[in-house]
């Protein structure tokens, strides 16, 4: 069965310190992947996402990630966090473009940044 | 303002009791879908919905039921039969293409159930 890890659960940084949040999928097809944020209190959000053509992506608030298909990953990076970067991020991965393609989530990294 | 609303924001109910959790958007998006967030789990899909009419489950369906009469809403009932109902839920909308870039995921706000 397809499945997304993120084998960071909590993350805790200071302030200009550089971030890089891991995410591996098990799926050998095409793929669609995705970084959504969840800050303290508000919604679900989308930070950045790779269909296809260049594998690094960019996404908004200085967020950046790399998607390397021999390695089945899409970590998420920035070169110097903020205090209001603390929230948790969430992996996804939509397996195949037929209409019954889902998308799956990982389990989450919380971010703690210290002010 | 185009966008989702989920209704209400805090539920509370008796065990045993069913409860429908509101999710209307405004997107004219084609597709819906419930998860149900749990601490260190990350989003479970309960249910989808690619066009009015239409429902698949999800990976976790036991113990919900949705229905997709209009484009614009899909309500999920929790219930009874659902053994650990407390949870935050929230409803996401979609446009139905894979091959276009407006085929996000958008969220609503969420509604956190408890069962008391």
């Known amino acids: 069965a397809q499945s997304v890890s993120q084998h960071n659960h909590h993350v805790i940084l200071s302030e200009a310190a550089s971030l890089e949040l891991g995410c591996n999928y098990s799926?050998?097809?095409?793929?669609?992947l995705f970084w959504y944020v969840q800050y303290p209190g508000q919604h679900l959000q989308l930070l950045l996402k790779?269909?296809?053509?260049?594998?690094l992506v960019k996404g908004i608030k200085g967020f950046e990630a790399e998607f390397i298909k021999s390695k089945f990953s899409f970590n998420l990076r920035k070169p110097s966090v903020q205090w209001s970067d603390t929230a948790e991020y969430f992996c996804?991965?939509?397996?195949?473009?037929?209409?019954?393609?889902?998308?799956?989530f990982g389990s989450g990294t919380r971010l703690s940044i210290r002010p | 303002d185009g966008g989702i609303t989920q209704s209400p924001k805090y539920l509370f109910r008796k065990e045993g009791q069913n409860v429908t959790l509101s999710c209307e958007q405004n997107?004219?998006?084609?597709?819906m879908y419930w998860y149900r967030q749990d601490p260190g789990q990350g989003l479970r899909l309960i249910y989808y919905?690619?066009?009015?009419?239409?429902?698949q489950k999800g990976d976790i369906a036991e113990g919900y039921s949705v229905s997709r009469e209009k484009k614009e809403s899909f309500p999920l009932t929790v219930t009874s039969a659902q053994k650990n109902p407390t949870a935050f839920y929230l409803c996401?909308?979609?446009?139905?293409?894979?091959?276009?870039?407006?085929?996000?995921?958008?969220f609503g706000p969420g509604t956190r159930l408890t069962v008391l």
């Open positions: 996401a909308s979609s446009t139905r293409d894979p091959d276009t870039t407006a085929d996000t995921q958008y």
């Open positions: 799926y050998g097809g095409t793929v669609n």
């Open positions: 790779y269909f296809s053509g260049d594998p």
């Open positions: 996804a991965v939509r397996t195949g473009y037929s209409s019954a393609s889902k998308i799956i």
């Open positions: 997107l004219n998006h084609d597709a």
């Open positions: 919905s690619q066009i009015v009419n239409d429902f």
